[in-house]
């Protein structure tokens, strides 16, 4: 089947963060499997500036329409794309928090009928059941639990959807049907399109998908190294997963994370992406105050400069902490010392707060010698420095991206055995 007989749908609203975190992971991996068939965004309220940045990336924006919310209105909105586009003959809708890990896209392939096809979930969730009220609540819970389980073994996920034009179809009607019944059968909540896909399924109108199209890490992750080109593959039961699924408990580990993975590659392809220059300007009040910290003052260093991201939000902050100096910024930033004197011991660690997305790139340079955190949750580095020695500290993401840092510089390190 052409690529152009293709399409790969997600849905997002005008949130940054989500920008950032979600929707450009999604596209530069998606791309960096070869998929080259059509991707379209549904957008929700999407500012002017976004809709013209995926224009520019050759990717469609359709406009959603005000008269469905979107965890349930994206697969209408992508089933009347679909109709729109009458050369499209199979689609596939996905959650925004998803990455493509493998270096091929095959999902496709696995489309053999006129069956919606989804992906299995190792939990039956209780969100499935939360939207059903009303007097047939017992009927249909009976339909989205136990018909469910006698077809597929288990619940499905949502968070990918796929299917042939005429799937699309029948299944967009299918919800209009269901929405009609909100407020009747159904409430609306969170889990309503699960409990719809559900009801769907208990027709017989769903197949299922391998897990490692859209695969959620309760099933474990198996990260297999190649000792050859350093590389580590996610695999579950041997078979590399296609596309990740970053749920909320695992949204900003670096482990598995596309940006700590794929940090050059990222730099390069999402600059097109930033919603603002990302470019750093001098900061001296920023600096003087790093040189007044306790440690910094004692150990030796001098603050020869600092510099910060010019976007909204963005900040860095020194502190004191028992036995060192605490640098706690968000946007892009750097700073710059240099020894005054032979110092013996120069431990630096950088990691991130817990909840939020660390930068693209960390790295220390020693006189321009680089060392980069990878995907560790901490990265320490120690050195002995003579007088003379430029150290810089330096914090790398998109601009206007707003990833956030600790750095901490101490003479003694942390645990010591």
């Known amino acids: 089947m052409h690529s152009s007989e293709h399409a790969v749908c997600v849905a997002i609203n005008d949130n940054n963060r989500a920008w950032y975190e979600m929707l450009v992971p999604f596209l530069l991996s998606l791309r960096q499997t070869g998929y080259d068939g059509r991707i379209a965004v549904i957008g929700y309220g999407l500012s002017e500036r976004k809709r013209q940045i ?3 990336q050759s990717v469609d924006v359709i406009e959603a329409s005000a008269e469905y919310a979107l965890p349930v209105g994206r697969f209408i909105e992508a089933a009347e794309y679909c109709a729109r586009h009458p050369q499209i003959r199979k689609l596939a809708l996905y959650d925004a928090d998803i990455w493509f890990c493998a270096p091929t896209f095959d999902l496709f392939s696995h489309i053999g009928d006129d069956r919606i096809h989804a992906c299995p979930d190792p939990l039956f969730c209780t969100f499935v059941v939360t939207p059903l009220i009303g007097e047939r609540r017992d009927h249909h819970w009976r339909l989205v639990v136990d018909e469910v389980r006698a077809r ?9 959807v796929a299917g042939t034009a005429d799937a699309w179809a029948r299944y967009a009607n299918h919800l209009r049907d269901c929405i009609a019944r909100v407020g009747t059968d159904f409430q609306e909540c969170f889990g309503l399109d699960t409990t719809f896909l559900h009801l769907w399924s208990a027709q017989g109108e769903t197949a299922l998908l ?12 198996h990260e297999s190294f190649d000792e050859h080109d350093g590389r ?3 695999r579950y039961h041997g078979e590399p997963i296609r596309a990740l699924h970053m749920t909320g408990d695992i ?5 598995w994370r596309y940006y700590a993975n794929h940090i050059d590659a990222a730099l390069r392809d999402g600059a097109p992406f930033a919603l603002s220059d990302g470019t750093r300007a001098p900061a001296d009040a920023i600096a003087a105050r790093i040189a007044a910290t306790d440690y910094v003052r004692s150990a030796g260093l001098s603050v020869s400069s600092a510099s910060l991201e010019g976007s909204a939000g963005a900040y860095l902050q020194a502190l004191d902490e028992p036995g060192g100096t605490m640098l706690v910024g968000s946007g892009n930033h750097e700073v710059v010392f240099t020894a005054t004197r032979d110092i013996a011991k120069l431990n ?3 990691t991130h707060p817990s909840g939020s997305p660390s930068p693209l790139l960390s ?10 955190k990878g995907t560790e949750l901490t990265a320490h580095f120690a050195y002995q420095v003579v007088a003379g020695t430029v150290v810089t500290l330096r914090s790398t993401s998109l601009g206007g991206q707003q990833c956030n840092a600790i750095w901490r510089l ?8």
């Open 54 to 56: 995926l224009a520019s």
């Open 251 to 255: 949204r900003f580990l670096d482990r």
């Open 363 to 372: 790295e220390v340079l020693v006189d321009g010698q680089a060392q980069r």
């Open 152 to 160: 597929h073994g288990g619940a499905l996920q949502a968070g990918l």
């Open 410 to 417: 101490r003479e003694a390190p942390d645990m010591q055995q």
């Open 348 to 350: 630096v660690y950088v």
């Open 232 to 234: 580590t593959t996610l």
């Open 210 to 221: 391998d897990p490692v199209q859209n695969f959620v890490s309760k099933y474990g992750i």
